[in-house]
């Protein structure tokens, strides 16, 4: 089995149906979905990645993760993504990329509990270091410079899911889903989508 074709699982959280709409038809006034084509990523699968994948999961790394997520209690965070670039830096694969401005505290507490409870649970090793960003394209065509985003896309993560990652077309399946905490310092102001 190739390694696209195998299952991953993974913890992650989605942006709502209403975002992705409201962010699809900014990629449009951009331009940018003429350009990437079907190298556009599904929108139904954008997502901020907080931990490393297992490929081909067991039934009980599936409980086990589980039984993770519903340990971590953190607070939601809303990141504020400021530009989209699309730099060649990984051999072969151009990925395009939303990026936020910053690292929200709750971001990064968010990310350590995750990161805490795969350690005592035996995951150490899907452990990540991730940023704040949304991959809009795994393998674009071409390079793109830097596009600023003003007034930035705001997304606030207000729920954890333990994800499962497969099939054809390629999809999302969430199998557990942990809501957040109230958002302990929010914006003094909740700027627009656009």
């Known amino acids: 089995m190739s390694r696209i074709a195998e299952r991953r699982l993974f913890f992650m959280a989605m942006p709502p149906p209403a975002w992705v709409d409201d962010t699809r038809a900014l990629l449009v006034r951009l331009g940018l979905d003429k350009r990437l084509r079907s190298a556009l990523f599904a929108p139904a699968n954008w997502h901020q990645s907080f931990s490393e994948r297992i490929f081909s999961p067991t039934e009980e790394e599936c409980a086990a993760l589980l039984q993770v997520g519903s340990a971590v209690s953190a607070s939601s965070c809303t990141l504020h993504f400021n530009r989209i670039d699309g730099p060649a830096d990984m051999p072969g694969r151009i ?21 805490d409870h795969l350690g005592h649970a035996g995951f150490g090793r899907i452990a990540t270091g991730v940023t704040p960003h949304m991959t809009l394209s795994y393998c674009a065509h071409d390079t793109l410079d830097k596009i600023v985003l003003d007034p930035p896309v705001a997304w606030t993560i207000d729920e954890l899911c333990l994800a499962i990652g497969g099939g054809n077309p390629y999809r999302y399946d969430i199998i557990g889903r942990w809501p957040l905490l109230p958002e302990i310092d929010p914006p003094a102001t909740q700027p627009g989508l656009f």
Do not use: D, I
């Not at 395009?96 to 990310?111: H, I, S």
């Open 95 to 115: 990925h395009w990329t939303m990026r936020a401005r910053g690292v929200p505290k709750a971001f990064a507490a968010l990310l350590q509990e995750v990161r």
